[in-house]
């Protein structure tokens, strides 16, 4: 099925460390998500994005809409032990007559105390 | 209030048989969409639902079927499964028809022998 590109694939960093993520469409998008998902549950909404040029935080966590609405990125700041999990960027195609959402390929993040 | 639910939360079936999985969405919320997680990927859609309609299909095989009752719940149906199928089977649901940010249940895992 169809993914976006999204790297880094995994991360493994130190408690403290801030943390840049990022991901790629061919395509153009008129929503960003951002997601995190821990093993077996389903994924949690982080960030909505719904302009390009959009700059939002909730938290420690910034994600930003690219000015070519082919890209997004995801910064967690300050990174703590329960930042571990896979995050997932989603996007939504501009002028779409469906919610379907395309989902990238997840950045493993795991913390070290 | 509370999030989305699905049911059952883990279903073991063989090969043939019939699957049935259940989703409530959002209290408001008017769209249902169902997306496939197999391992190791993000999810991919299946369907969308809006005002008990479908309003969007994936790629994915007339096996899987889906339904959307007046209360906004849904099912989501696999015939003939394939192991194959097994995954984690997620429901999302969002405020409307085109309404991008979508909230995921906690996700249904089935594993098929």
């Known amino acids: 099925g169809q993914q976006l590109n999204q790297s880094p694939q995994s991360m493994f960093i130190q408690e403290g460390e801030d943390v840049s993520m990022n991901c790629t469409s061919s395509?153009?998008?008129?929503?960003w998500l951002w997601y995190k998902q821990d093993p077996g549950e389903g994924p949690v909404l982080l960030i909505a994005?719904?302009?390009?040029?959009e700059l939002t935080s909730n938290g420690r966590l910034t994600a930003q809409f690219g000015i070519t609405r082919k890209d997004s990125f995801l910064n967690i700041s300050a990174s703590i032990p329960s930042d571990v999990g896979i995050y997932f960027c989603?996007?939504?195609?501009?002028?779409?007559?469906?919610?379907?959402?395309?989902f990238g390929t997840g950045t493993l993040l795991a913390v070290q105390p | 209030d509370a999030g989305v639910t699905q049911s059952p939360t883990h279903l073991i079936k063989t090969r043939g048989q019939h699957v049935t999985l259940r989703c409530s969405p959002i209290?408001?919320?008017?769209?249902v969409s169902w997306y496939q997680q197999v391992l190791g990927q993000g999810p991919q859609f299946i369907f969308q639902?809006?005002?008990?309609?479908?309003?969007g299909r994936g790629n994915f095989p007339d096996r899987f079927s889906a339904r959307q009752f007046p209360n906004y719940s849904s099912e989501l149906n696999v015939n003939a499964l394939l192991l194959g199928d097994s995954a984690l089977y997620l429901c999302?649901?969002?405020?409307?028809?085109?309404?991008?940010?979508?909230?995921f249940g906690p996700g249904t895992r089935l594993l098929v022998l």
């Open positions: 639902y809006y005002e008990k309609e479908e309003r």
């Open positions: 395509s153009i998008f008129n929503t």
């Open positions: 999302a649901s969002s405020l409307g028809q085109t309404d991008g940010t979508q909230y």
């Open positions: 209290s408001g919320h008017k769209s």
């Open positions: 994005l719904y302009k390009a040029g």
């Open positions: 989603a996007g939504r195609s501009y002028g779409g007559a469906t919610n379907k959402l395309i």
